[in-house]
Structures are given as C-alpha cells and as structure tokens.
C-alpha cells in the first residue's frame, strides 16, 4: 500500500512580504497557463455551463430579495433614528448627516456580506456540481507542473463508496468549521465598540478559508488528507495562502464574473498547491 505523504514544516522560509504578495498573483498565473494551454479548456467549458445556470437560479432567488431585504432594513433604520433625531435640540440637527453616512456605510457592508454569501454558494454548488471536470483539470495540470501524480487506488464499488463518504464528510467539517467559528463571531457583533469590526474581519477570514480549502481540495484530496490536515497545509502556507483565499474570495464574490472565477480558482489551487504546498511533502522516494 502506497504510505501516506507526511506535513514538513516550514523552517526557513522568509514569509513576508514575498509570499504576502505571491499568493495573490496565483489568479493571474492560473489565467496565464489556461491561455497557454488550450487542450485545458475542454475541462473548464461544461463547468462554466454549470455556473451559468447555478448563478443565475441564486441571483433570482437570493439576491435581488435580498437587496430588496436590505433596502428595506436600511429605510425602517433611518425612519426611527430620524423620528429620535426630530425631538433633539435644533444645535444636534447634524446627526442627521451622521445618520445619513451611517446608513450608507451599513448599506455597502450588508451588501457586500449579500454578494459574499452568494459568492460561496454558488462555489459550492460549482465546485460539486463540477467536481469530475475539475479533478481531471487538477490531475493535468500537476502532470504539466511536476511530471507525475501520487499513485491512485484502482476504481472499485468499495473506492467509489469510500470516495462518496470523504466528499460528505468534507462538508460536514466544513459545516462544523463555520459553526464552532461564526457563532461566536456572530455574538461578537453585540460588544459594544469595535465588536461588529472585528466580528466583520473575523467573518472575512472565515470566508477566505473556507474558499482556499475548496479550491486546494482536488491535489490535497488525491492525497487522503484529513479536514485537519488540509487546515494545516492552509496554515503553514501563511501568508500566501491567506492572500490566495482573499483574492479568490473576491472573485468570486464579483457577480458576473463569478461564473468564470470558479475553474480559474481551480486552476490557481492546483498551480498554488505544486509550488507552494507540495515542496513540505515527504514523498515516498525521500522516506
């Protein structure tokens, strides 16, 4: 039986500000090698149909209720704090400026939670419903970046089982993650000062990482890597990964142009996971 690939630790890696700014540009290489090589397209169109369809179902269900929500919640804000403002002394009359800014900032923020939202949705749905397409992309582009891939089980009923048992249990920690570190942030939001600041920050960095798991999952999963070990690989990429998960955050937090982000983050994953993460691997030939 093939033995499992051990976590190296980092030692001697400078990590900032190279790696800070090198995860980031992952995007623009995935972009860069698919224009290179046109033979990887065939993996991406379906997907691509896929998203289309799955973007548009949750911008009609989800976002324009949404917004409509957000309007809504806004305005009912700005009728109480107006009606407070009214009995105050004329001399506080500019708390209405206050009020006013305050209210389009809380705007901006719902809004972009909204898109945020939507954006990991449609990532699930995506990276699921696309899943056969995406792991042959993985699987090409490693050969393309290193030569070879780690040896495959041969397909069975009993592999094929074992495989659909992973994926579940996969969104199940994922489930579990946001649970055991949004609900606190959640409560967070009641602390009264910078609480809602860092519940936000908070919320982000949960956001971020949950999209670098998935678009990491095709290499790390093609290794048998446990939840807790793919968190691990997350951190001790640091920084890179933190910027990697963050543009690809944004990407695919972008509407429109979120039907197109998901298999370029596939893509930047895979190329990210050969440079970056493969090198604190002990391979088989070095044990």
Same mark, same amino acid.
């Given at each position: 039986?093939?033995?499992?690939?051990? &976590?190296?630790?980092?030692? *001697?890696?400078?990590?900032?500000?190279?790696?800070?700014?090198?995860?980031?540009?992952?995007?623009?290489? =995935?972009?860069?090698?698919?224009?290179?090589?046109?033979?990887?397209?065939?993996?991406?169109?379906?997907?691509?149909?896929?998203?289309?369809?799955?973007? !548009?179902?949750?911008?009609?269900?989800?976002?324009?209720?949404?917004?409509?929500?957000?309007? =809504?919640?806004?305005?009912?804000?700005?009728?109480?704090?107006?009606?407070? /403002?009214?009995?105050?002394?004329?001399?506080?009359?500019?708390?209405?400026?206050?009020? =006013?800014?305050?209210?389009?900032? #809380?705007?901006? &923020?719902?809004?972009?939670?909204?898109?945020?939202? !939507?954006?990991?949705?449609?990532?699930?749905?995506?990276?699921?419903?696309?899943?056969?397409?995406?792991?042959?992309?993985?699987?090409?582009?490693?050969?393309?970046?290193?030569?070879?891939?780690?040896?495959?089980?041969?397909?069975?009923?009993?592999? /094929?089982?074992?495989? /659909?048992?992973?994926?579940?249990?996969?969104?199940?920690?994922?489930?579990?993650?946001? $649970?055991?570190?949004?609900?606190? #942030?959640?409560?967070?939001?009641?602390?009264?000062?910078?609480?809602?600041?860092?519940?936000?920050?908070?919320?982000?960095?949960?956001?971020?990482?949950?999209?670098? !798991?998935?678009?990491?999952?095709?290499?790390?999963?093609?290794?048998? $890597?446990?939840?807790?070990?793919?968190?691990?690989? !997350?951190?001790?990429?640091?920084?890179?990964?933190?910027?990697?998960?963050?543009?690809?955050?944004?990407?695919?937090?972008?509407?429109?142009?979120?039907? $197109? =982000?998901?298999? #370029?983050?596939?893509? *930047?994953?895979?190329?990210?996971?050969?440079?970056?993460?493969?090198?604190?691997?002990?391979?088989?030939? *070095?044990?």
């Amino acid at each position: 039986m093939t033995k499992k690939p051990t &976590l190296r630790q980092k030692s *001697s890696i400078i990590k900032a500000p190279i790696e800070l700014l090198a995860g980031a540009t992952y995007p623009l290489r =995935a972009l860069g090698i698919l224009f290179d090589k046109p033979s990887l397209w065939g993996y991406i169109l379906i997907p691509i149909l896929i998203n289309f369809v799955v973007g !548009i179902g949750l911008y009609v269900v989800l976002l324009l209720p949404g917004w409509r929500g957000v309007n =809504a919640l806004i305005l009912n804000l700005n009728a109480r704090t107006e009606a407070l /403002i009214a009995n105050l002394p004329k001399w506080l009359a500019v708390l209405d400026l206050l009020d =006013a800014a305050l209210g389009w900032l #809380l705007r901006l &923020l719902l809004s972009l939670l909204l898109l945020i939202a !939507i954006g990991l949705l449609l990532v699930q749905f995506g990276v699921i419903l696309g899943a056969p397409f995406y792991g042959k992309l993985s699987e090409e582009l490693e050969l393309l970046r290193v030569g070879k891939l780690p040896t495959a089980e041969s397909v069975s009923m009993a592999s /094929i089982m074992r495989d /659909i048992g992973r994926a579940l249990m996969h969104e199940v920690n994922k489930l579990i993650l946001s $649970l055991k570190v949004g609900l606190p #942030l959640l409560l967070l939001n009641f602390v009264p000062g910078f609480g809602m600041a860092l519940a936000s920050i908070g919320a982000l960095a949960l956001a971020a990482t949950l999209v670098c !798991i998935d678009f990491l999952d095709a290499p790390l999963e093609r290794r048998r $890597l446990s939840f807790e070990k793919k968190l691990a690989v !997350i951190k001790n990429s640091l920084p890179a990964s933190a910027t990697f998960g963050l543009v690809c955050l944004g990407l695919v937090s972008i509407p429109l142009l979120n039907l $197109l =982000a998901v298999p #370029l983050c596939v893509t *930047s994953g895979t190329l990210f996971f050969c440079d970056r993460i493969l090198p604190m691997f002990d391979s088989d030939s *070095s044990s």
